[in-house]
């Protein structure tokens, strides 16, 4: 793996982390307002973290594409299949997750995204833009694309994506995780383009933000009841 890859991980990670020194560090200092700082700094982590990696990726970025990459048109329609294929991945996931393991639906990581984001309307850019595009390059370009190299396209799928999910702190739905990421792998490896399972990503969280922040709590509760009924039409149970 080329040494720009490891500086890629360790910004990532630096920019995930940062805030447990730089945030008490301002409190203390200027007494400022603890959760506004952190929401805002979160944002603006995540933007000087996305501009050191693209900067280190300039290098991959330059290289002439794959020869056998999808052409833009291609690429495009697969990137529209792509977010069909992956809402339809997350969904059969999440049933498997209800009916085989008796886990409830929903993603506690995504409520506090969304409680946060109707309060902070700017931290929306992170699961919608920001954290789309860094995860794509890290855990699919880098992470999968040296596994994939080293092993074969399963293997470096579930590894890549069961990271993904140890990352967003929350294990007992690496089987969501792990669906997505292998819709993300197959797509990368498909028309060899990075930017088609960064579009569909962003395109799933987008819609998944949109949807969440106009529903209201009820109307939440009754979607999840739908998907409940659903999964018992077509799983059993």
């Known amino acids: 793996m080329p040494k720009r ?3 890629v991980i360790i910004t990532y990670i630096i920019m995930q982390f940062s805030s447990i020194l730089i945030v008490p560090f301002l ?3 200027f007494q400022v307002d603890l959760v506004k700082t952190s929401i805002y700094y979160s944002v ?3 933007i000087v973290g996305l501009i050191i990696v693209l900067l280190l990726m300039k290098p991959d970025m330059q290289k002439v594409p794959h020869r056998n990459a999808s052409p833009w048109g291609i690429a495009i329609l697969w990137s529209v299949v792509g977010v069909f294929m992956a809402f339809s991945a997350q969904f059969i996931a999440v049933a498997i997750e209800m009916e085989v393991f008796g ?3 929903g993603s506690e990581n995504t409520k506090q995204i969304m409680d946060i984001s109707r309060n902070f309307p700017i931290f929306i850019l992170i699961p919608a833009i920001l954290a789309p595009i860094l995860e794509e390059i890290i855990f699919r370009k880098i992470i999968f694309g040296s596994l994939y190299k080293r092993t074969n396209f399963l293997i470096a799928a579930l590894g890549s994506a069961f990271i993904f999910g140890i990352i967003h702190g929350e294990p007992e739905h690496i089987l969501i995780y792990a669906s997505m990421g292998l819709v993300f792998a197959f797509l990368y490896v498909q028309t060899k383009r990075i930017m088609v399972p960064i579009i569909v990503h962003m395109a799933m969280n987008s819609i998944t933000v949109i ?3 106009n529903l209201t709590p009820e ?3 009754e979607m ?3 998907i409940n009924q659903l999964q018992m039409i077509f799983i059993g149970g």
């Open 211 to 213: 949807n969440q922040f």
């Open 219 to 221: 109307q939440i509760e």
């Open 27 to 29: 409190y203390y200092v």
């Open 224 to 226: 999840e009841r739908q």
């Open 44 to 46: 603006f982590s995540f």
């Open 103 to 105: 886990i409830k639906p």
């Open 5 to 7: 890859y490891w500086w």
